[in-house]
Nanobody, 123 residues
Framework: EVQLVESGGGLVQAGGSLRLSCATS????????IGWFRQAPGKDREGVSC????????HYADSVKGRFSISRDNAKNTVVLQMDNLKPEDTAVYSCTLAGTCLFAMTNGGHYWGQGTQVTVSS
């Protein structure tokens, strides 16, 4: 059974940092891309970042470039999203998702999703 479990969300002041983790199981980890999406109340879901399996190419939305960094630990089957210089507009529920490639994930979303973790940035 494929599982994705997010952790690391919380409340932080603007300019602060959070580190989100997506722990996975039930599939061959490095064969797949893992992406992070977010959804704020009243807004569409937005692709934030993604890392491909194998070559580990990374992808970022323009709104987070230079502030967020994604990495994967194949020994722990985990993907980490390091979020620095957070802004109030980063407030959202963040979810990780599994897809064949980041090109597919960032366009369509993935095939499996975690339950999400809340990130709240105060001004």
């Amino acid at each position: 059974e494929v599982q994705l479990v997010e952790s690391g969300g919380g409340l932080v002041q603007a300019g602060g940092s959070l580190r989100l983790s997506c722990a996975t199981s039930g599939f061959t980890f490095d064969d797949y891309a893992i992406g992070w999406f977010r959804q704020a109340p009243g807004k569409d879901r937005e692709g934030v970042s993604c890392i491909d399996g194998g070559v580990h190419d990374t992808h970022y939305a323009d709104s987070v470039k230079g502030r967020f960094s994604i990495s994967r630990d194949n020994a722990k089957n985990t993907v980490v999203l390091q979020m620095d210089n957070l802004k109030p507009e980063d407030t959202a529920v963040y979810s990780c998702t599994l897809a064949g490639t980041c090109l597919f994930a960032m366009t369509n979303g993935g095939h499996y999703w975690g339950q999400g973790t809340q990130v709240t940035v105060s001004s």
